[in-house]
């Protein structure tokens, strides 16, 4: 099982990433996928979910209407596009599977994404 993020970097405040999360190793159109984040010092959290059909999805409140989660599960990618960056949504994020019926989890290692001037 693999879960690989990519895309993160360092962004000026304003500006978007788009991050992607290929899987590999189980039955990616059964999992729910999600990203979460952790900040310097600070407990991981989640930011976004993604049913497995895609026909419901879940943003946390401080990045409603700035970031969207999406997936294809032809291609078993999830992407997160992040949109007027600001300084507190930098850290690392991770990419996570959770099938539901048995609460199986796998994690990604993350990606750092970093807002600064």
């Known amino acids: 099982v693999q879960l690989v993020e990519s895309g993160g970097g360092l962004v000026q405040p304003g500006g978007s990433l788009r991050l992607s999360c290929a899987a590999s190793g189980f039955t990616f159109s059964r999992y729910v996928m999600s990203w979460y984040r952790q900040a310097p010092g600070k407990e991981r959290e989640l930011v976004a979910s993604i049913t497995s059909s895609a026909g419901s999805t879940y943003l946390g409140d401080s990045v409603k209407g700035r970031y969207t989660i999406s997936r294809d599960n032809a291609k078993n990618m999830v992407y997160l596009q992040m949109n007027s960056l600001k300084s507190e949504d930098t850290g690392v994020y991770y990419c996570?599977?959770?099938?539901?019926?048995?609460?199986?989890?796998?994690w990604g290692q993350g990606t750092q994404v970093t807002v600064s001037s």
């Open positions: 996570k599977a959770i099938r539901s019926t048995t609460a199986e989890n796998y």
